[in-house]
């Protein structure tokens, strides 16, 4: 045998002696994950609604994985500082991110230079909670069904005010999905904090406002504020007496927050489905159930496929109804 020929024998049993040293590197590699301290990027401040449910995932999954999972409050750019670091990130799992509909389906296309693709940049892990939009109203406002805001609305034109917060949120985006859908002329009145849209809405200076649960539950408790729809199918667990828009003859009219946890583009699937079992583990807890609730939300899991599913179906509902307006924030 010539010498070339002894050199192909030697490089095609180093080459099978590398294959066989490497096979089983990836069971390994998940059954071991993790071996040290994750990291989950939110990319919000510490004490909103999505730091809240991120730090009790952490402190599930904390248990659950047997290694201490911390939460990294990347903030900036309304949330794309902590998007964009952490799709840089090595996609190994254990640089995780908390994120939810705005910053996942929305922030690509309100953004002129948000630097991601919903689709192609994150691997989608699992979802863990749902938070709808609701329309709220003062006791003393005349209409009780969204049929008849629509009415009053038309009758009054651009006259009609509709309170929602900053634009760009669900909020906001809600009004001008309802506007699209039902036609009507009204004027939405954006506000840059919540706090000061529900001191408005129960001081009678707007009428009707579409936002998040939280700041609202306890004047809906109290009887100072009306639910007049929760903005899904299905009514919200604490408010089982508000109709949802599909009930109300709006089936094409929803809007609701989902949160889920994603890792950066190429996260191997045995680390996906070891996240995806420990977070389906944690959000099936009566505690954590509660926690959820308080925040004004209810437990919701999925497969990575359905939170892949959702991403993108989100991101065509809303990236066209963006387009639309030709809403671009720099």
């Known amino acids: 045998m010539g010498r070339v020929g002894q050199l192909g024998k030697l490089i095609a049993a180093l080459s099978v002696a590398a294959l066989a040293a490497l096979a089983p590197s990836a069971p390994v590699q998940a059954q071991d994950y993790p071996a040290k301290t994750v990291t989950l990027v939110v990319p919000y401040p510490p004490g909103g609604g ?15 994985v047997g290694q201490q999972v911390i939460v ?61 939009v609701a329309l709220l109203a003062h006791p003393s406002f005349p209409a009780k069904t969204i049929g008849e805001v629509v009415t009053l609305a038309k009758k009054e034109g651009g006259k009609f005010n509709i309170g929602t917060s900053a634009v760009g949120t669900g909020g906001y985006l809600s009004a001008e999905l309802f506007k699209s859908i039902t036609g009507v002329e009204a004027t939405i009145v954006p506000y840059k904090g919540t706090a000061q849209l529900m001191n408005d809405l129960l001081g009678g200076h707007v009428p009707v406002a579409f936002g998040v649960l939280p700041p ?97 179906s989100e991101a065509d509902k809303w990236g066209a109804l963006i387009k639309k307006l030709n809403l671009k924030v720099e």
Do not use: C, W
């Open 216 to 312: 609202a539950m306890g004047n809906l408790g109290a009887g100072t504020l009306r639910g007049i729809a929760i903005l899904d199918r299905q009514r919200f667990s604490l408010l089982p007496n508000v109709p949802t828009s599909h009930e109300s003859g709006l089936p094409g009219f929803e809007s609701v927050l989902h949160y889920g946890l994603l890792g950066p583009a190429g996260l191997p699937r045995p680390i996906v489905d070891k996240l995806n079992a420990a977070l389906r583990q944690a959000a099936g807890s009566d505690e954590v159930k509660k926690r959820i609730n308080n925040e004004g939300g209810d437990p919701l899991t999925s497969t990575p496929e359905e939170y892949a599913a959702d991403i993108a």
């Open 50 to 64: 999505v730091d809240v449910l991120a730090r009790v995932v952490a402190e599930r999954l904390s248990t659950l």
């Open 72 to 132: 990294d409050n990347r903030v900036g750019g309304s949330g794309l500082v902590g998007t964009r670091a952490t799709i840089r990130s090595a996609p190994d799992g254990y640089t995780l991110f908390f994120g939810h509909t705005g910053s996942i389906s929305i922030n690509p296309f309100l953004y002129a230079n948000a630097g991601f693709d919903p689709r192609k940049d994150f691997t989608p892990i699992g979802l863990f909670a749902s938070m709808p």
